[in-house]
């Protein structure tokens, strides 16, 4: 859900960006519009991940009161209690990735104008590449 959110940022970014640069009345329209769209897309999207959270808040909170109505064995209320552990070894590197592709991506994206389609292509790529160097670099991490 972040590489989405993170998409739809640097889209908007780039549309940002390219409207002090143009002054065509036609072109600033649509990267108004389109700025405006990305806009609500994020917002609708932010929303819903509040709705989710919650609703994930408000069954856990059911499932731990249900637990302790039916009072089961301690093991099994230990292992159904325990947090969920994510591995949080890498976050750093894996933001640095991400934010360095974003960088280049968006390097690139002036260097190639006119703003297009294919500023989206190369906004896709630098981050494919940004992920697939943090793939790499967890793979290589992992071996002896």
């Given at each position: 859900?972040?590489k989405?959110?993170?998409?739809?940022?640097?889209v908007a970014?780039?549309?940002?960006?390219?409207a002090?640069?143009?002054?065509?009345a036609?072109?600033y329209n649509?990267?108004?519009?389109?700025?405006?769209?990305?806009?609500?897309?994020?917002?609708i999207?932010?929303?819903?991940?509040?709705?989710l959270?919650?609703?994930?808040?408000?069954?856990d909170?059911?499932?731990?009161?249900?637990?302790?109505?039916?009072?089961p064995?301690?093991?099994?209320?230990s292992?159904?209690?325990?947090?969920?552990?994510s591995d949080?070894?890498?976050?750093?590197?894996?933001?640095?990735?991400?934010?360095?592709g974003?960088g280049?991506?968006?390097?690139?994206?002036?260097?190639?104008?006119?703003?297009?389609?294919?500023?989206?292509?190369?906004?896709?790529?630098?981050?494919?590449?940004?992920?697939?160097?943090?793939?790499?670099?967890?793979?290589?991490?992992?071996?002896?």
């Amino acid at each position: 859900m972040k590489k989405i959110i993170i998409t739809i940022g640097a889209v908007a970014g780039t549309w940002t960006v390219a409207a002090a640069q143009n002054s065509n009345a036609a072109d600033y329209n649509f990267k108004y519009d389109a700025l405006h769209t990305s806009y609500t897309i994020l917002t609708i999207v932010v929303f819903g991940i509040m709705i989710l959270t919650f609703i994930r808040w408000l069954l856990d909170y059911r499932l731990k009161n249900k637990l302790i109505e039916k009072s089961p064995p301690d093991h099994v209320v230990s292992q159904l209690l325990q947090p969920i552990t994510s591995d949080n070894k890498n976050v750093a590197i894996k933001w640095f990735a991400l934010l360095m592709g974003l960088g280049t991506g968006l390097s690139f994206v002036d260097y190639f104008q006119p703003l297009g389609i294919h500023s989206l292509a190369i906004m896709s790529f630098s981050l494919a590449a940004s992920f697939l160097g943090y793939y790499f670099y967890i793979n290589r991490r992992e071996k002896p």
